[in-house]
């Protein structure tokens, strides 16, 4: 044959787009062995399937704004969602990244209570968090991320991409959020992503297409004009539109941030109540047109309720032609499918009891004053933290103590130390 003597197989495109490097490293550096961890939990997803069913409860929105790249923050004016006409040629735009969490120049934190303080609605002047009760500062992202893995469909797709342990290959590690202690509070903590979690992209996640017809649709229903040319000579000038909430889930007060891309006309909101104003816009092939009412309904759902979103809308495209319009809304969803309401509830119940015990091991002695991170690992989450030196262990011990002498003084009560009544991860 012609192969005969060549002495191999000619060389053939790269088939494989596995991850080159673990993901796990945004607090690493070249001259830390990822190995050397402080392991402070273990968290499996059946430890929650008992967890009662739950609701967004007692919500309300403290803060509206835009931030524009070169005008900087100002009022709250994002598009409102118009249907376009079907038939239409869509073409692909650059999608917006959504804001990483851990990325704010002056932290998560303050970001979020500035604008508050700043963009605030009415009834949010002089707000606190310790006086509120919050108790987690969280963003929409990281909770549709963990929402995501008690569901089960972040391991399904992170075993399609052979993130998890598998034939010749060990497991990756995934930093997912990053927590940390408010000091200016005695139960307030920080989650934060770190990095975001996107559902369908390719096997190589350190690679991101953002090409793509959900962009493009969004553009046209929003009346904004789509950007041609090459890609790297396209850049996103359209503005971000943010909002914070504040309701409870298991109990527990969140301060959320949630991003926003449209929201339902003043006319089409009334008589309904119950819906947000936010708008979801996606496209899927013409092959996948009734995936809008199977499994992940509930997941939708449950979304929905996190981001108080009013409406889905699912774009059915065939060869860039826009073939239908599918909207739902919340009252449609309990219309027709009843027990979805019910399925969702349970899945915010799973939420909020892993949201539990991660704020109970971030407010535990060894992790208070620390950066700790929350990781995927092998299809189950780990929180874990770099390993300190001997003299920093201690450095932290008192800082503790110190701290707990102060927070008991200031409520009239009596502390004790660090070292007598509990004892740090590798000591």
């Known amino acids: 044959t012609r192969l005969f003597g060549h002495g191999g197989w000619p060389n053939k495109p790269k088939t494989s787009f596995a991850p080159k490097i673990p993901k796990a490293g945004y607090w690493q550096d070249d001259e830390i062995d990822y190995r050397s961890l402080d392991i402070f939990e273990w968290i499996a997803r059946e430890e929650f399937l008992d967890e009662p069913p739950c609701d967004v409860e007692d919500l309300r929105e403290l803060a509206a704004w835009t931030v524009h790249r070169e005008l900087g923050p100002h009022r709250f004016d994002p598009p409102e969602y118009r249907p376009i006409e079907l038939l239409t040629q869509l073409a692909k735009a650059r999608e917006m990244r959504q804001p990483v969490d851990m990325d704010a120049p002056e932290g998560f934190v303050r970001e979020v209570t500035d604008a508050i303080r700043d963009w605030g609605l009415e009834g949010s002047e002089g707000y606190s968090l310790e006086e509120n009760g919050i108790d987690i500062v969280t963003s929409y992202e990281a909770l549709r991320t963990l929402l995501a893995w008690t569901d089960g469909t972040m391991l399904e797709d992170f075993a399609a991409k052979g993130i998890d342990t598998h034939l010749r290959s060990t497991a990756q590690e995934v930093d997912l959020c990053r927590l940390s202690y408010v000091p200016e509070t005695t139960k307030t903590i920080m989650l934060g992503t770190c990095w975001p979690w996107v559902q369908g992209a390719r096997a190589n996640f350190l690679i991101r297409n953002t090409m793509s017809y959900d962009a493009g649709l969004n553009k046209l229903c929003t009346a904004q004009a789509l950007m041609t040319g090459i890609k790297c000579a396209m850049e996103e000038e359209e503005p971000e539109h943010f909002r914070i909430f504040e309701y409870k889930i298991a109990g527990l007060k969140l301060l959320v941030r949630c991003a926003i891309n449209a929201v339902l006309p003043e006319e089409d909101m009334a008589g309904m109540e119950r819906i947000g104003k936010g708008v979801m816009i996606h496209t899927v092939h013409r092959k996948k047109e009734d995936s809008l009412w199977n499994w992940q309904l509930p997941m939708r759902y449950a979304r929905m309720r996190l981001s108080h979103t009013g409406m889905i809308v699912q774009g059915i495209t065939d060869r860039k032609t826009l073939r239908d319009l599918q909207e739902l809304t919340l009252e449609d969803i309990e219309l027709d499918r009843p027990r979805t309401r019910g399925e969702a509830m349970k899945l915010l119940g799973r939420l909020g009891g892993l949201l539990r015990k991660v704020q109970e091991t971030a407010l535990c002695p060894g992790c208070r004053l620390r950066d700790v991170w929350l990781q995927y690992f092998d299809r189950e989450l780990r929180m ?11 450095e932290l011990a008192e ?18 130390s660090l070292i007598t009544d509990h004892t740090l991860v590798n000591q």
């Open 384 to 394: 874990i933290a770099p390993r300190l030196t001997d003299e920093a262990y201690d």
């Open 399 to 416: 800082a503790y103590t110190e701290m707990m002498s102060k927070q008991a003084g200031d409520a009239g009560g009596v502390t004790t």
